[in-house]
């Protein structure tokens, strides 16, 4: 690691980041080539189980279930007595033997070793005898030779059976030894893989992480100086340079150098300009600017500045001194000014006493004004608040009308049905009557019903006529009463609207008269307070006849302070 920090120290930074991309681009490399080639080595292993030992074990185990089928349609063929179920038996025998031949022929291209190949010859062999066998079985079987048939089936055929039936348990056996050796290999090889991308991952990121260390130190290192040497710029401790020990030829150590030198800098430029504030408050004003420092950049305001104060202040204490001259020369015009100033200001002071009153009297009519406005405006809004509960309960109102108008409308619709369904029972007490007078005697009791069935459908129909009618003349009502409900609601709309604008209109004059009572109370105290300050003019003018003889002896001082100062 420290090797690495000698060889990277004087690279640039983009360099020295380069170098690290570059890095973690092998490595990610590394890394895909690694996954690719372990995944092709599983994928040929999962190939090899999914295209070759998986659909082996299939063949042989469908061959197992279709000859065993075979076998047992041979025995229907064997105890069927009718001519249509040894057909259809034979039909099913042939088309097992098809399918055995397919399966067959699809096994003995996956077979790959030379043990199969022999297995399955023999049990093909026997399947060949098996097959001549049948068709003997089906001879006889047609010509009625029961005995021979069953004997020759539970005979030479079983044996054949058998000797066929374990030369496929050997096959299906081998198929799936084949498997499991295929699938634990599939398992170890997929344990090594998930290994050495364990191994892998953890190599790089070890050195991705001791390569971005050491290049994170050495960019690191040099900003916490500068942050530093940065923090202690700005609490103003600009002497505290040695912090900043990072050397380098990379931008960071270009920029730790010129910082040190910014600080060493700006360090003379404020122990000059401290100086230079000294020798000011002791009085000394006599630096010209050629004696002052060129500072660099911005900080070259600063000298002229400083020369700005010096002649400023020459030339503002030379004015110090011509004014105080002029101060001891007006002093005494001040004092006479004075006298005349509290001999006016006494007469003032009785006419602001009957103006006072006056502003007082108009104060009090123009606050009960404004309270009388208030309480009609708030009598105004109280009604209006309750004119608004009114027009809601009126909105309601009519809500609920057209809700009955609307319950009416589907009574009628009923009334409608009723009418039809009485039209279509009278129809059939009609029937019935023609149907009872058919019948004669036996049927007097149904033309009895028949008759009550067709009145009770009269009357139906006309208890339904009446309702409508009824409900036509609620309808009317109805109507005219939203009507009227409707007009009424505008009328409280206008009735609101009428006294929400008075309502404006009272508070617009509750304000106006509230602001005129203010206006005239600041008036009042105005009038107070020029009161005072007429009275308190009147005693200061007395107090300045004292100031200005204190005023001229002031600066008489102030002229020999500034004589202290050295200038130009």
């Known amino acids: 690691m420290a090797f690495i920090k000698k060889r990277m120290k004087n690279l640039k930074v983009p360099e020295k980041l380069r170098i690290y991309r570059i890095c973690m681009i092998v490595l990610i ?88 190949q022999k297995e399955f010859d023999n049990a093909k062999e026997k399947w060949a005898f098996y097959e001549e066998e049948s068709e003997e079985i089906i001879a006889l079987g047609r010509s009625n030779e029961d005995e021979k048939d069953a004997k020759l089936m539970l005979g030479e055929m079983y044996d054949d059976y058998k000797e066929f039936e374990n030369n496929l348990k050997k096959l299906e056996e081998h198929e799936g030894n084949q498997l ?97 504030v000294r020798k000011m408050a002791a009085g000394d004003l006599t630096k010209s600017g050629d004696e002052i420092t060129d500072f660099l950049g911005d900080f070259s305001e600063i000298k002229e500045s400083l020369i700005y104060i010096l002649k400023d202040f020459n030339s503002t204490l ?19 000014a004075s006298q005349s100033l509290a001999e006016g200001t006494t007469e003032q002071a009785g006419v602001i006493e009957e103006l006072t009153a006056t502003v007082d009297t108009v104060v009090s009519l123009a606050s009960d004004s404004a309270k009388a406005t208030q309480n009609a405006y708030e009598e105004i809004r109280n009604a209006a608040d309750m004119a608004n509960v009114e027009k809601k309960k009126m909105a309601e109102l009519i809500t609920e009308m057209e809700h009955i108008t609307e319950i009416s409308k589907e009574i009628e619709n009923i009334i409608t049905d009723i009418e039809d369904i009485a039209s279509q029972t009278n129809l059939l007490s009609l029937n019935a009557s023609i149907e009872a007078a058919r019948a004669g005697e036996a049927g007097k009791g149904f033309a009895v019903v028949a008759g009550q069935i067709g009145k009770l459908a009269s009357d139906s129909a006309q208890s339904a006529v009446n309702t409508r009618n009824l409900i036509n003349k609620t309808l009317t009502e109805i109507e005219k009463g939203n009507t009227i409900a409707v007009s009424t609601s505008e009328s409280f709309n206008q009735i609101i609207t009428n006294m929400q604008n008075f ?52 600066s008489e001082h102030l002229h020999e302070l500034v004589s202290k100062f050295k200038l130009f």
């Open 318 to 336: 030379t004015e110090i001194q011509d004014a105080s001259e002029h101060v001891a020369s007006n002093a005494v015009e001040i004092s006479k």
């Open 180 to 276: 499991e050796k295929n699938t634990k290999i599939a398992k170890i090889v997929f344990i090594f893989i998930f290994a050495m991308i364990i191994v892998v991952v953890g190599i790089s990121v070890i050195i991705s992480s001791i390569l971005g260390k050491t290049i994170s130190d050495m960019i690191i290192e040099p900003v916490v100086q500068i942050q530093k040497a940065v923090g202690s710029m700005r609490i103003g401790e600009l002497s505290k340079t040695d912090v900043l020990v990072y050397e380098s030829e990379d931008e960071l150590g270009t920029v730790t150098r010129k910082l040190k030198e910014s600080m060493n800098i700006l360090y003379a430029y404020v122990a000059e300009i401290c100086d230079e």
């Open 503 to 554: 309502a404006q209109v009272a508070q617009r004059t509750t304000e106006n008269a509230n602001t005129q009572a203010d206006a005239l109370a600041q008036i009042g105290q105005g009038i107070e307070q020029l009161s005072g300050t007429i009275q308190n003019t009147a005693a200061a003018s007395e107090e300045n006849t004292a100031i200005s003889i204190s005023l001229s002896d002031k």
């Open 29 to 116: 490399a590394f890394m895909g080539v690694v996954s690719v080639a372990l995944t092709m080595l599983i994928d040929s292993k999962v190939r090899e189980m999914t295209e070759q030992n998986s659909p082996s074990l299939s063949y042989v185990q469908k061959l197992n279930t279709l000859t065993s089928d075979y076998r047992l349609k041979q025995y229907q063929y064997l105890v069927a007595s009718d001519k249509k179920t040894l057909d259809t038996c034979e039909e099913e025998m042939e088309a097992l033997g098809e399918k055995i031949a397919d399966i067959s022929n699809a096994y003995s291209e996956l077979i790959t070793t030379e043990t199969q």
